[in-house]
């Protein structure tokens, strides 16, 4: 998921522009500047690589990574003194 704090960007779409997958695209409405803030595409190859969010001048993206696509994460790489944990 991505988040743009619409009142945030100026419009510059670098977003847009620098996006790998080309997933973002400039949206209908006008914020309080009168720019058309980027929203991602209807159909988009999202992979949430966290570019736009990264590279956004104004930090106005945050991109949430999709709860289904997270790996679970291993408790420890260690393993316990006497053998292995349950
Ligand atoms: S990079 Fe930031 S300021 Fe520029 S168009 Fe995208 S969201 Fe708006
Ligand atoms: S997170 Fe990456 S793939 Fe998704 S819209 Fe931003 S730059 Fe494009």
Do not use: H, Q, Y
């Not at 779409?13 to 973002?24: F, G, M, W």
């Not at 929203?39 to 590279?55: A, T």
């Amino acid at each position: 998921m991505i988040e743009v704090r619409e009142d945030w960007c100026k419009g510059c779409n670098i977003c847009i522009d620098r996006c790998p997958v080309d997933a973002l695209e400039e949206s209908d409405i006008l914020n309080r500047r009168g720019i058309r803030p980027p929203k991602l595409k209807e159909k988009n190859d999202c992979n949430f690589c966290r570019l736009c969010e990264l590279i956004c001048p104004d930090l106005a993206i945050t991109v949430f990574p999709d709860e289904k696509e997270k790996k679970p994460v291993k408790k420890t790489l260690l393993t316990p003194v006497g053998g292995k944990t349950k």
